[in-house]
């Protein structure tokens, strides 16, 4: 724990009336999502995805129409055609290999450029928590904290790792799937038509993915920095505050307003029975924040620092 003994002290004086009874702590200030790092990160992400996308337009489209119609024709002979039909198809694939060396290749700037960009997004998330962190405590305590936090360093290294990762995953997957439609476009002869209309729909999967990534990312390194500088302050439980909207799922508004716990996620405390319990069924089994598109916060119970 962060805080000394002396501040410990002066932290309790503070909350004790002078005929020695306690006083109520104050409640917290709501603790808010770092909603625009993640626009802003949607957003990075999506002008990235709309670079692949590009790039097969560019270069891999215009070349459908001859491979197609390679494919297609110039068959006069019945008993030689498929054994021609075979190598022709080798021959497409090898181009289509070529084709998509090419795009990865040429991507790349534009892929180092979003990931050196996830890489602040980490840096504002973890502004952002801060602030919202001290707000709280300050809220509460009517002093200012400052904290060590050795784990930061580690914290945001490896956010920026984990997101390189999935971006780089993003941009394979994408040109797997348009290798693997184009493929089974030859194979299967189906139309061109149909090729062009799934590559298109495999640019609405990038997107979409692309968004997902965007919004668990922040969510996942905002609820982890909070869990941190939760117990760095010495507190073990937060209650359970969900988004309040209609999009909050029925397993966490289970938990709204419950008291839970920093080193057992498993757990909630009863307020009938007084007792920590396992969650129920209906309840999630993990922390704030770790379910995936997870807007809910720990709202910070400071109740075991002063009483
Ligand atoms: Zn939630």
């Known amino acids: 724990m962060a805080l000394s003994k002396s501040f410990l002290k002066l932290l309790k004086e503070r909350q004790t009336n002078k005929n020695g009874t306690q006083k ?3 409640k917290a200030t709501k ?22 996308r590009k790039q097969i337009t560019e270069k891999l489209l215009p070349r459908l129409n001859s491979w197609f ?33 090419i795009i990865d290749l040429d991507l790349q700037p534009s892929e180092n450029l979003v990931v050196q960009q996830a890489e602040s997004i980490g ?3 973890n502004q952002f928590n801060k602030v919202q962190f001290e707000k709280s405590t300050k809220s509460v305590l009517g002093v200012d904290i400052f904290e060590e936090e050795p ?8 956010f920026a790792n984990q997101n390189s990762q999935l971006i780089k995953n993003m941009t394979e997957n994408e ?5 693997g439609i184009v493929q089974r476009g030859l194979q299967e002869g189906s139309g061109l038509e149909s090729v062009t209309d799934n590559i298109e729909k495999s640019f609405g999967i990038t997107r979409r993915h692309a968004k997902l990534i ?4 922040t969510s996942k390194l905002n609820g982890s920095l909070t869990k941190l500088r939760d117990q760095e302050l010495g507190i073990k439980n937060y209650v359970w505050q969900t988004s309040g909207d209609e999009r909050v799922r029925a397993s966490h508004k289970a938990l709204d307003g419950k008291l839970c716990r920093w080193d057992d996620p498993t757990v909630y405390y009863n307020e009938n029975s007084k007792k920590w319990v396992k969650r129920t069924s209906a309840m999630t089994k993990v922390h704030v924040s770790q379910d995936v598109n997870c807007r809910c916060q720990a709202l910070a119970d400071f109740s075991d620092l002063v009483e």
């Not at 039909?85 to 080798?90: A, V």
């Open 175 to 179: 040109l797997q799937r348009v290798s």
């Open 151 to 158: 784990w930061l360093e580690t914290q945001l290294e490896l």
């Open 69 to 101: 119609r390679a494919t297609t024709f110039d068959y006069p002979d019945p008993v030689d055609s498929t054994l021609k039909l075979d190598d022709i198809i080798d021959d497409v694939l090898e181009e289509l290999l070529r084709v998509l060396e």
């Open 24 to 26: 109520r702590l104050k």
């Open 214 to 217: 965007a919004r668990d990312q």
């Open 123 to 125: 840096f504002e998330v």
């Open 31 to 52: 603790r808010l999502f770092p909603l625009s790092a993640e626009r802003k990160y949607t957003a990075q992400l999506f002008a990235y995805t709309l670079q692949i």
